[in-house]
């Protein structure tokens, strides 16, 4: 099984990123999906979740309204559309999948970085 996240990068505050999570390895639809995030001396947490049925999202109020998770199950992919970032959203993000009910069937990405400054 493989998570490959990209679409990281520099941005300028009030800018916007794409994040990509491909799949591979697994039945992507069977998947709750997931994107977390991680900054320097700070704890993983949960930014974005699309489960495998019905496609239900849910945000961190961090990030409600300013971020959107989408999954397409044709390409087996993940999306994180991240607009008006601020400097506070810099973190390394990862994907996640957890089987929808085999909830010990877990995987994460390897991270891409995200930079919001000016």
């Known amino acids: 099984v493989q998570l490959v996240e990209s679409g990281g990068g520099l941005v300028q505050p009030g800018g916007s990123l794409r994040l990509s999570c491909a799949a591979s390895?697994?039945?992507?639809?069977?998947?709750?999906m997931r994107w977390y995030r991680q900054a320097p001396g700070l704890e993983r947490e949960l930014v974005a979740t699309?489960?495998?049925?019905?496609?239900?999202?849910n945000y961190a109020d961090s990030v409600k309204g300013r971020f959107t998770i989408s999954r397409d199950n044709a390409r087996n992919t993940v999306y994180l559309q991240t607009n008006s970032l601020k400097p506070e959203d810099t973190a390394v993000y990862y994907c996640?999948?957890?089987?929808?009910?085999?909830?010990?069937?877990?995987?994460w990405g390897q991270g891409t970085q995200v930079t919001v400054s000016s």
């Open positions: 996640n999948a957890q089987h929808f009910w085999a909830r010990s069937s877990m995987y």
């Open positions: 390895g697994l039945s992507f639809s069977n998947y709750d």
């Open positions: 699309i489960t495998s049925v019905g496609g239900t999202t």
